[in-house]
């Protein structure tokens, strides 16, 4: 049976193959070359990509990299388009329309996913809304509006002194404007980049498997910090000193049972792992026994959209270390994981739509604006 798991699923803005942002790309990149000299085509003996094609590959890839280098931050100069053959539509509206192959989805996102590909020099809300034109070539001043409703904040520019922790995502503050590696104007611009790139993504390919036969999990990986990438060793090993052992081997089973028996529910065991305390223990202090705690992962219900619901893959306890989220990446600061010993699993059922503020309307905003993200 057809299935798929995309974690933190990439979906960069997709124009048109002839529009103005792929062009200028284009033809920045056949000047970089060589193959453009300015002048309209009909001037030149032989086409760009006769011309192209005749450069060798180390003439290519620097002026490839050169445009990627200097495109708009946190994206690149080449990216897929919509061509109306091979791709035919945006991403956000063909997912609305379930047109999908496979059967079953287990797709998860992570809790930070902005920080790397935003720039983190945003201070001022004028800064933030700066932020904003770039990222959106096409929007107007009525849309900038708009995503201000939708992410709410004060104007106040940004404070250092500011305490930088992990949001429950369930109440207090929200990935709105506080997170592990950022506060206010700042971190309203990392969750932006992260919901309208990874998040949201992820929430759209987990709608397009209800009904119609089909079927989908949803998840986010919020093992602090949860960094983009964060997840890839928990799952492929080794683990990170902030992904215990049990953690890892629970998520590995996540995986495995999803691909082997159609389910990504795990055994209460597993769920809870060994440094946990076992379904109908006894309290270590009083010896009395205690009530049965069963685990969300062991019966995860399908995401659907009457009940919106994800298992937030977390975990408590462990000691407090401050390391770098991106070794050799100076623009990010340290920020604050949790080590071994101590560290437990911390599984939960949580409503996707209302968690984090109310991230689940925040996607249905960025998919009515699809076409002029565009996604």
Not at 119 to 124: G, M
Not at 181 to 202: H, K, L, W
Request: charged fraction near 15%.
């Amino acid at each position: 049976m057809a299935k798929g798991i995309p974690a933190s699923p990439f979906l960069p803005q997709q124009f048109g193959y002839a529009d103005f942002v792929p062009s200028q790309s284009y033809y920045a990149f056949a000047a970089a070359v060589g193959c453009f000299n300015g002048f309209p085509q009909g001037n030149i003996s032989s086409s760009i990509f006769q011309c192209l094609v005749s450069k060798d590959t180390d003439t290519l890839q620097n002026a490839s990299a050169s445009i990627s280098g200097n495109s708009r931050y946190g994206t690149w100069g080449f990216l897929p388009v919509t061509d109306g053959s091979f791709i035919q539509q945006l991403p956000s509206q063909q997912l609305l329309e379930k047109r999908v192959n496979g059967r079953r989805m287990l797709s998860g996102n992570n809790a930070n996913e902005g920080p790397l590909f935003t720039p983190q020099k945003i201070v001022t809300e004028d800064d933030f809304i700066d932020f904003l034109r770039n990222a959106f070539p096409l929007f107007t001043e009525d849309d900038i509006s708009r995503v201000l409703l939708y992410y709410p904040s004060t104007n106040a520019s940004v404070v250092l002194e500011d305490p930088e922790f992990a949001t429950s995502g369930a109440m207090g503050a929200t990935a709105l404007n506080q997170s592990t590696f950022g506060t206010g104007q700042q971190q309203r611009a990392n969750n932006i980049y992260a919901e309208t790139t990874f998040v949201c993504p992820s929430y759209w390919l987990a709608e397009a498997f209800t009904n119609n036969g089909r079927v989908g999990w949803k998840y986010q990986y919020s093992a602090i910090p949860a960094q983009h990438g964060a997840d890839e060793n928990a799952l492929l090993g080794p683990a990170d000193p902030n992904q215990g052992p049990d953690f890892s081997r629970a998520f590995m089973t996540i995986y495995g049972n999803f691909i082997t028996n159609n389910d990504p529910s795990i055994p209460a065991d597993i769920a809870a792992g060994n440094s946990s305390l076992p379904v109908n223990s006894t309290d270590p202090s009083t010896e009395d026994p205690l009530p049965s705690q069963p685990n969300a992962a062991t019966t995860w219900p399908p995401y659907t959209l009457a009940a919106p619901y994800q298992l937030n893959l977390n975990q408590s306890g462990g000691v407090a270390v401050e390391t770098p989220p991106y070794p050799g990446e100076p623009a990010l600061d340290n920020v604050t994981e949790f080590h071994d010993p101590g560290l437990r699993n911390d599984f939960s059922l949580v409503n996707a739509y209302t968690w984090e503020g109310g991230r689940g309307m925040r996607c249905d905003f960025w998919r009515s604006v699809g076409r002029i993200v565009p996604q």
